[in-house]
């Protein structure tokens, strides 16, 4: 049997202590997908909480024991639709995939319309870490590289308009 009350008193610490975690990670979700990943599952077990609590309260008026395991079901459901996204990232990033926050061509087109640049090759965009993101390429100048201050101005640029942080 399923004992209503002792279900709503532990879901109800649960809402206060993932609910406060959560508020404490909501700040840098945004830009690392490790923070998200532990906001996202905080944020999960507050709601998931809320909904056990509301789950006792029905079972202690109602004594329908059978929306316990149904509420299991939801909370499953609830965890799988709330981290495939964070999954997908995950898998990206273990790939060495373009990060989703970046678009290639902007950046190629970016690079192309630099002085002295004919063209462009060997281009690769690939995350170093959760919030880094690197470049590689070859730039060609048939008039030959223009000295340090291009460099430093386009690595400048790239990490202003783009987010990367490491360029080569």
């Known amino acids: 049997p399923v004992v209503g009350q002792t279900v709503i008193v532990v879901a109800a610490i649960g809402i206060a202590v993932n609910g406060i975690t959560a508020l404490l990670f909501a700040s840098g979700r945004k830009g690392d997908l490790n923070i998200r990943g532990a906001f996202l599952h905080m944020a999960a077990d507050t709601a998931v909480s809320a909904g056990v609590v509301a789950a006792g309260v029905a079972i202690v008026l109602t004594g329908w024991l059978w929306l316990d395991p149904a509420v299991s079901l939801v909370v499953s459901a609830v965890i799988v639709w709330g981290t495939w996204g964070?999954?997908?990232?995950?898998?990206?990033?273990?790939?060495?995939?373009?990060?989703?926050?970046?678009?290639?061509?902007?950046?190629?087109?970016?690079?192309?319309?630099?002085?002295?640049?004919?063209?462009?090759?060997?281009?690769?965009?690939?995350?170093?870490?959760?919030?880094?993101?690197?470049?590689?390429?070859?730039?060609?100048?048939?008039?030959?590289?223009?000295?340090?201050?291009?460099?430093?101005?386009?690595?400048?640029?790239?990490h202003d308009r783009f987010g990367i942080g490491h360029a080569t």
């Open 86 to 158: 964070l999954l997908r990232e995950a898998i990206n990033m273990s790939l060495s995939a373009v990060p989703g926050a970046i678009e290639p061509v902007e950046v190629q087109d970016f690079l192309a319309r630099l002085p002295g640049v004919a063209r462009i090759h060997d281009f690769h965009v690939w995350p170093m870490s959760t919030t880094e993101v690197a470049l590689t390429c070859h730039l060609v100048m048939p008039n030959g590289h223009p000295g340090d201050e291009f460099t430093l101005q386009a690595t400048k640029n790239l």
